[in-house]
Structure formats: structure tokens, C-alpha cells
């Protein structure tokens, strides 16, 4: 299992609060540590936690977002979400380099992008570690794919994945573990996989390296499911075996 995202929300509103909390709460991969709604009580309190992100609300008394950033020490820089409902923070927001800036009221969508953003940051700064939360892009190199499983988001490791099934407008994503069942097409997953996976008949997709072993038309996977090459795939894979990059 992936390592997860940990991160802290800071916002003196509770509204904005329970918003966070509950697209946090969404994705799976992230882990939320704790929430504050006074900047002074986060003080040491985050220091100490060193989450991984902070959604930061930039006007709250005391102490605003920008002068918190500046308590940051030189061995520890968060990557901070900025949270306002002033548009104009935004160029101000920037000049500490903050991985992304919402505005309030912050819609979910919006808010996966800047968690997408966290996550290219989080690849580029740490190659060894990109395995554990790169970025969920089209990428061929990316290690993760990002699915909706009822109303939850979660991240699927690629090398996890044994096959995809299709039903209809749905697919079942098998995996080492258990399998999710999610809305979306064959077609669209296509688009979104890598080149170590292959389309075997009209219903399955299989990772390349999940092959077990061929037997005629048949394949045979590591969980020991054997699923029919379909007839107009056939070619596809007897030229891959030929050539031996299976």
C-alpha cells in the first residue's frame, strides 16, 4: 500500500473547516493529522507533526496565513495550499512559492488539482520516493491511477493491477489485493493506462507483467485467471511475443 499524504488543515472559519474535512475525507491517499483554527495554537503544534501539506486560510486574526509562513524553519517546508475568499492574496501567496491557491467557496474538482500539483512537487523534489505519490496524469511513467469507487476517491497503484474488466459503463479494476468497481469505459481507461497494459478481447484489459503464461488463446494471469484473447487481438499479442517485450 501506497504511503499516504498527511496533511493539516488551518482555518479559523468552520465552515471552511468541514469543507476541507470532508474532500479530504474523499481521498483515499490522504491522511488528515489535524485541524486548527487559530494560527498561534498551530505554532508548535505542526512542527512537531510535520505534515506533509497545509491547507492554509490566509485572513485570520493574530496571525495571518503569510506571516505564519514566515515561522517556517530552513529544515522543514510544508507544501502549503493557500485558502481565502480574496483573490487579491494570491500574487502575494505566490512569492513563497505555495503549491496552489483556492478560492473560497472551494469546489471538489478544484481541489483535486491542487492536490495533483502537491503530488508533481512531491515527484520532482524526491525522485527516489516517486513511486510513493506521483503525480495522477496521462504520463506513462505515472505509478498511480486516480478512481472513484461509489463516493470515494482512491489512488490505485499501476503495478497493483493484475486486469481491468469491463461491464458496460463500468469496470472492474482487479488488484493484488481486492478489486474496485468503478463508472467508467474501457475506451477511457485505455487512455489513462500505460504501456505495460494490453487490451486481450472486448472485456479485458491485463497488465503485461501479470501474465503468467499463455496457453494458445488463452492467458493465463498471476492470480491464476484465464481469460480468451479475443480474435481480433490475436495478432497484437503473438507479434509482442515475437519480439519479446512481454
Known sequence: MEAKITCVILDDEP???????????????????????NAIEALGKISALR???IFLDVNMPEMNGIEFMNTFSS???PYVIMTTAYSEYAVQGFEYDVAD????????D???KAIHKVQEKMRYKNPVSASINPAVTTDP???????????????????AIICVEGMKDYLKIHTLGKSVVTHMTMT??????????????RSYIVRKSAIKAIHGNTIELSNNTEIPVGT???DSIREIMESGTL
Do not use: H
Open 188 to 201: 477511457k481507461i485505455e487512455e489513462l493506462l500505460t504501456r505495460d497494459f494490453l487490451r486481450v478481447n
Open 141 to 159: 511513467n505515472k505509478q498511480f491511477l486516480l478512481v472513484k469507487e461509489n463516493k470515494k476517491f482512491m489512488n490505485i497503484a499501476l503495478e
Open 232 to 234: 481480433r487481438y490475436r
Open 101 to 108: 491557491f483556492l478560492l473560497k467557496p472551494v469546489t471538489f
Open 110 to 112: 478544484r481541489f483535486v
Open 15 to 37: 465552515l471552511g473547516q468541514e469543507l476541507l474535512k470532508k474532500y479530504v475525507s474523499r481521498l483515499d491517499f490522504l491522511e488528515l493529522a489535524a485541524v486548527y483554527e
Open 75 to 77: 529544515n522543514y517546508k
Open 51 to 53: 505534515p506533509d501539506v
